[in-house]
């Protein structure tokens, strides 16, 4: 809907980012940028005129008009679906200033920056240098994980995407190892799995999951996940638990928080999580320990159960595949079963998780409480 601009024009635009400008104005010209950052070919655009783009993020900075700031976040996140502007965005700083936005408990966009990092570290460039970030000599991982599992740490947002932030970074093997570091270095990945039932947000829910899923790939953390210390198994089996009566046989070795459930338990609603935590378990069951492990603790009834509710038929073979596996644990001389039956995608799917802002030309972040 928006004219294209011509040369002069766009070379006034930037002078009137720069936060020496009047705010009415600098509002009105990020405002305009906004409209046009939501065209298909914005990246065309932006990309000839560098200025632009460095002119928009000057503005994040704009702490006493937070609303300037806002509608600079809409255009950054447009902006960050387009892989011709990601290397320029990478390069620009604008990592680093998500970080320390998302970090600062009194910054007035936290979940805005969660999206934009969420778009930008999609890419392995940029999810490697968020992951080589340190601060006060550790990981700037564990330092976004601490502020994600405190609940109400910034009253401006939730950082409910920092969750596919972290199912980004744990794509990357430093990623994972940061995350699943063994107790004495912060606990990190014991800290998150409790919001893999966490009901207000299936964004945070299912980030937290893709996290684990990931994990799972390393197949030497199976022990330590199954062990007491991390106490996997309960976490990804009672979301797949319905209110199904089971006999003293099935829960004979169950875990307590599997036993005895309330008529009135609902499984996970998204079909994708389910899915994700069965893939979880199957990974977890590539050699002969986890699946001794899952029979023992009696996952088995639980997939039965689910697999006669389950409504979505790619879920249900996720199940079926599952199933399978554990039957193969009576199967005498089978020890890793990497290759016979986890035939499980690599680690990707990232783009349904894409926040595509750029198809709404009225996209602004969400309100958020607070001075604005």
Same mark, same amino acid.
């Given at each position: ?55 928009? &993020? ?243 009834? &639980? ?21 399978? &596996? ?47």
């Amino acid at each position: 809907s928006h004219r294209r601009p011509r040369m002069a024009e766009i070379e006034e635009l930037a002078q009137f980012l720069t936060l020496e400008t009047r705010a009415d104005v600098r509002g009105t010209a990020v405002e305009y940028l906004l409209g046009i950052s939501a065209s298909p070919d914005a990246d065309q655009l932006f990309s000839k005129h560098p200025s632009l783009l460095k002119g928009v &993020i000057g503005v994040l900075k704009d702490t006493a008009y937070p609303v300037v700031a806002r509608d600079a976040f809409g255009v950054l996140v447009n902006l960050s679906t387009h892989p011709l502007l990601q290397p320029m965005l990478i390069e620009s700083g604008v990592l680093e200033d998500c970080v320390a936005i998302i970090l600062d408990p009194k910054s007035d966009h936290p979940d805005p920056a969660c999206m934009l990092l969420t778009n930008l570290t999609r890419e392995t460039a940029a999810a490697q240098k968020v992951v080589d970030m340190k601060r006060e000599g550790r990981p700037v991982l564990h330092f976004l994980v601490d502020a994600f599992c405190r609940m109400g740490f910034n009253p401006n947002g939730n950082l409910d995407y920092l969750a596919n932030v972290f199912f980004n970074l744990t794509q990357l093997d430093d990623g994972r190892k940061q995350i699943t570091l063994r107790a004495g270095q912060g606990c990190i990945f014991q800290r998150l799995l409790p919001f893999i039932e966490y009901k207000d947000s299936v964004t945070r829910r299912g980030g937290t999951v893709g996290v684990v899923r990931n994990c799972c790939f390393d197949v030497d953390n199976h022990r330590w996940m199954l062990s007491e210390e991390v106490n996997i198994l309960p976490y990804l089996l009672l979301p797949l638990a319905g209110p199904e009566e089971l006999s003293d046989e099935d829960m004979d070795g169950m875990p307590d928080e599997l036993q005895f459930l309330p008529p009135d338990k609902l499984r996970e609603p998204d079909a994708d999580i389910r899915k994700l935590l069965l893939e979880s378990l199957s990974q977890l069951c590539v050699r002969q320990h986890g699946r001794g492990v899952l029979t023992k603790k009696k996952a088995y009834p &639980i997939l039965r159960e689910l697999h006669k509710w389950e409504p979505e038929e790619y879920v249900k073979e996720a199940c079926e595949q599952l199933v399978t &596996i554990l039957i193969a644990e009576l199967t005498p001389g089978v020890d890793d079963l990497k290759e016979v039956d986890t035939d499980l995608p690599p680690v990707e799917e990232m783009s349904k998780m894409v926040l595509r802002t750029n198809q709404d030309p009225n996209w602004a972040p969400p309100a958020l409480d607070g001075p604005l």
